[in-house]
C-alpha cells in the first residue's frame, strides 16, 4: 500500500473523514513498513497528530506527543480573546502542549509567559513549543514564581471541562488515546474552573482578566463561577471556530 489512493481508501473505509488530505500527510512522512505501520495505527484511532508528532494551531506546528492532548481549533479563540487585551504577562494554566501559550508568544513578540500543567509529558512537549517562556509541572498555582502575584495582566485556561459521566461517549481518539487528566472536568465538568477561578485574583493585577475555554452548554455555569470569584464576565463565542470562552474582568467596585 504505497499509493495515495488506496491509503485514501482505507482511511475513508475507518471513518476518517478527512481521509484524502491526511493520506497525503501520512505519505509525506513515511515511506515503506514505516508507511504501512503508521496507516494502521491511524486506523486503529490513534490521532493522526499524535502519529506524525505535530498539530497545527493558529499556523503553528506544534509538537505533539503520545498521550498528549492535541490542540484543538476551536482554543484559538482563546488566543484571539487573549490577543485582544494586549497582556505583557500571561499564564497558561493547564496548557497541555503549550499551544495558546506559542501562539501568544509568536504574535505578540515580548511576553513574560509562565505555563502550567500538572501532566509530566505535556509539560516536556510546553518546553519544547514555548520559546521564551517558562514552563512547570504544577497544580495549577502551585509552582509559579510568587513574583508573580498581583503582576498578571492574563490568565487562559483550557481546563478540563468533560463531565465525568461523559467521557465514556466520546470518539475513541480522545477516550483511548489522551490522557483521562486532560479530559475530566468532574461532575458537572466545571471543577477546574471553579479551582482556577477561586485563586486568580491574587496573581492578577487590578485590571486583569482570566479567560477560560468552555462548551455553548456549559458557558453560564462557567460564568456564574468567575462573578462568584470577583470578576465581571462575559461569554465570547465563534461559530466559525465552534470556540465559547469566558472572559472574566477582575471587578473593582
Same mark, same amino acid.
Given at each position: 500500500?504505497?499509493?495515495?489512493?488506496?491509503?485514501?481508501?482505507?482511511?475513508?473505509?475507518?471513518?476518517?473523514?478527512?481521509?484524502?488530505?491526511?493520506?497525503?500527510?501520512? *505519505?509525506?512522512?513515511?515511506?515503506?513498513?514505516?508507511?504501512?505501520?503508521?496507516?494502521?495505527?491511524?486506523?486503529?484511532?490513534?490521532?493522526?497528530?499524535?502519529?506524525?508528532?505535530?498539530?497545527?494551531?493558529?499556523?503553528?506546528?506544534?509538537?505533539?506527543?503520545?498521550? !498528549?492532548?492535541?490542540?484543538?481549533?476551536?482554543?484559538?479563540?482563546?488566543?484571539?480573546?487573549?490577543?485582544?487585551?494586549?497582556?505583557?504577562?500571561?499564564?497558561?494554566?493547564?496548557?497541555?502542549?503549550?499551544?495558546?501559550?506559542?501562539?501568544?508568544?509568536?504574535?505578540?513578540?515580548?511576553?513574560?509567559?509562565?505555563?502550567?500543567?500538572?501532566?509530566? !509529558?505535556?509539560?516536556?512537549?510546553?518546553?519544547?513549543?514555548?520559546?521564551?517562556?517558562?514552563?512547570?509541572?504544577?497544580?495549577?498555582?502551585?509552582?509559579?514564581?510568587?513574583?508573580?502575584?498581583?503582576?498578571?495582566?492574563?490568565?487562559?485556561?483550557?481546563?478540563?471541562?468533560?463531565?465525568?459521566?461523559?467521557?465514556?461517549?466520546?470518539?475513541?481518539?480522545?477516550?483511548?488515546?489522551?490522557?483521562?487528566?486532560?479530559?475530566?472536568?468532574? *461532575?458537572?465538568?466545571?471543577?477546574?474552573?471553579?479551582?482556577?477561578?477561586?485563586?486568580?485574583?491574587?496573581?492578577?493585577?487590578?485590571?486583569?482578566?482570566?479567560?477560560?475555554?468552555?462548551? !455553548?452548554?456549559?458557558?453560564?455555569?462557567?460564568?456564574?463561577?468567575?462573578?462568584?470569584?470577583?470578576?465581571?464576565?462575559?461569554?465570547?463565542?465563534?461559530?466559525?471556530?465552534?470556540?465559547?470562552?469566558?472572559?472574566?474582568?477582575?471587578?473593582?467596585?
Amino acid at each position: 500500500m504505497d499509493s495515495h489512493q488506496a491509503i485514501t481508501r482505507t482511511l475513508r473505509a475507518a471513518g476518517c473523514v478527512y481521509a484524502e488530505d491526511e493520506a497525503a500527510l501520512l *505519505l509525506q512522512a513515511f515511506t515503506g513498513d514505516r508507511l504501512l505501520e503508521m496507516v494502521s495505527r491511524r486506523v486503529e484511532g490513534t490521532p493522526l497528530e499524535q502519529i506524525l508528532g505535530w498539530a497545527e494551531f493558529r499556523g503553528l506546528r506544534i509538537v505533539v506527543e503520545p498521550g !498528549v492532548f492535541v490542540p484543538r481549533r476551536r482554543t484559538e479563540l482563546l488566543v484571539e480573546e487573549a490577543l485582544a487585551l494586549r497582556p505583557t504577562t500571561v499564564v497558561d494554566m493547564c496548557c497541555g502542549s503549550g499551544a495558546v501559550g506559542a501562539a501568544l508568544e509568536h504574535e505578540l513578540g515580548h511576553l513574560d509567559l509562565h505555563a502550567t500543567d500538572i501532566d509530566p !509529558v505535556a509539560v516536556r512537549c510546553a518546553r519544547r513549543n514555548i520559546g521564551a517562556g517558562h514552563v512547570y509541572q504544577s497544580d495549577l498555582y502551585s509552582a509559579l514564581p510568587q513574583h508573580l502575584r498581583g503582576y498578571v495582566d492574563v490568565i487562559v485556561a483550557n481546563a478540563p471541562y468533560v463531565p465525568t459521566d461523559a467521557i465514556a461517549s466520546m470518539p475513541a481518539e480522545a477516550r483511548d488515546h489522551e490522557p483521562r487528566v486532560a479530559l475530566d472536568g468532574g *461532575l458537572d465538568g466545571l471543577d477546574w474552573h471553579r479551582r482556577i477561578a477561586d485563586d486568580a485574583r491574587q496573581w492578577l493585577t487590578d485590571r486583569g482578566h482570566l479567560l477560560i475555554e468552555t462548551s !455553548v452548554g456549559q458557558a453560564k455555569g462557567t460564568v456564574q463561577i468567575m462573578r462568584g470569584a470577583g470578576f465581571d464576565a462575559r461569554i465570547a463565542h465563534s461559530d466559525e471556530l465552534d470556540g465559547t470562552v469566558v472572559v472574566g474582568e477582575v471587578r473593582t467596585a
